[in-house]
Each structure stands twice: as C-alpha cells, then as structure tokens.
C-alpha cells in the first residue's frame, strides 16, 4: 500500500527557512525520480524540485537557489526525501507534496502547509 507522508510545514517570517520531509513507502519509491510539489489556493499543483534516483537534481526558476532537495535511498522500504528552503517569500505559501516525477503516483499524502508571512 502506498503511503506518502508529509511534513515539517509551519508559518515562517520572510527570510526565514524550513525543512521538509517526505516518508514514502509501498512502491519502490528509491527506484523512481521524486518531486516537491506545491499547490497555492487558486493554482495548479507545481513542481518546484525533482531529484532522480541517482542523485541528480533540477529545480523551477522560482526556487532555484533557495532550495535543495535530497534524497535517502538507504532502507528497502523507506525513501525519504527532504526539501530544504532558505529566504523564503510570502510566494512560497503553499501545501507542499512529495511524489514520483514525472507520472505521480495516484494516492497524494495529506501534504504540509508552508505559509510566509510577517
């Protein structure tokens, strides 16, 4: 059974940073790229990082610079991925989701909400 699970969200200043974390179970998730996806209220769900399975990593131009996505291949049955955002910008708030690239996966976590804001 699939399960992706989301977290580390929270309400951050602009400036500030967060971690994010992604537990994903169920289907050979290390085998697969993985994405940070975003969907602010009104807008379509985005990519914003992609990582391959080897390591390699891209990222959107709204973000490049800001964050770093990574990736823990090392349990059979767990692959964790984490999204690292520096200088975050009240344009960054958003729920933010973790899933295969290019094709996601059908079951979404509950994903984690990220808010900038003074």
């Known amino acids: 059974q699939v399960q992706l699970v989301e977290s580390g969200g929270d309400l951050v200043q602009p400036g500030g940073s967060l971690r994010l974390s992604c537990a994903a179970s169920g289907s050979a998730f290390r085998l697969f790229a993985m994405a940070w996806y975003r969907q602010a209220p009104g807008k379509q769900r985005e990519s914003v990082a992609i990582i391959l399975s080897g390591g390699n990593t891209h990222y959107a131009d709204s973000v490049k610079g800001r964050f770093t996505i990574s990736r823990d291949n090392a349990n059979d049955t767990v692959t964790t991925v984490v999204l690292q955002m520096n200088n975050l910008k009240p344009e960054d708030t958003a729920v933010y989701y973790c899933?295969?690239?290019?094709?996601?996966?059908?079951?979404w976590g509950q994903g984690t909400q990220v808010t900038v804001s003074s």
């Open positions: 899933n295969k690239y290019p094709t996601p996966d059908d079951s």
